[in-house]
């Protein structure tokens, strides 16, 4: 089994444009596409080790009934413009890792989501279905992004 998914999109925007709305709090409330992160608080990231509290609602998945909930955000990973990873905390500290790179591309950014659950513990990977949040999440929250950053425009084309 891969413990790790990962999605892309070429999104019609620049890499600042893009960094500054995935370090942010209420950024990564916007684009959620689980539609388990209901509100957050806190400063947007700015380094490694950064924290920020998301409010949480894990009814939009339906299969673990904790009600209203909260975490905290660690920011694990942090090059402006370029990557940003997270971890998970506040009560659930699993060990999953979520995060974006970026690539400049003409005409915009290919961003690449990630969600990566291969450090967690044994008792976790028995007590949760894996991954909490799927493939098409990732997707989603890219499409969700690429309308928050870049409404109207179409998608920058790839080179083959």
Not at 55 to 72: I, K, S, W
Not at 79 to 97: K, L, N
Not at 108 to 115: D, K
Request: hydrophobic share 40%; proline share 6%.
């Amino acid at each position: 089994m891969d413990d790790r998914l990962e999605a892309q999109r070429a999104i019609a925007a620049s890499p600042a444009e893009i960094f500054a709305v995935i370090s942010s709090p209420q950024g990564h409330v916007a684009i959620d596409a689980s539609g388990m992160l209901m509100s957050a608080d806190g400063d947007s990231a700015a380094k490694v080790g950064d924290t920020f509290v998301v409010h949480m609602d894990r009814e939009a998945l339906n299969d673990y009934p904790l009600g209203l909930y909260d975490v905290t955000v660690e920011i694990v990973t942090f090059e402006p413009d370029r990557e940003i990873a997270w971890t998970v905390g506040g009560g659930f500290d699993i060990g999953h890792v979520y995060g974006y790179r970026l690539e400049p591309i003409e005409q915009g950014t290919l961003v690449t989501s990630y969600y990566d659950w291969s450090k967690i513990e044994q008792n976790w990977r028995d007590a949760i279905t894996w991954p909490v949040v799927p493939e098409s999440a990732l997707r989603a929250t890219l499409g969700i992004l690429a309308r928050t950053v870049a409404p109207g425009k179409p998608r920058p084309a790839l080179e083959s």
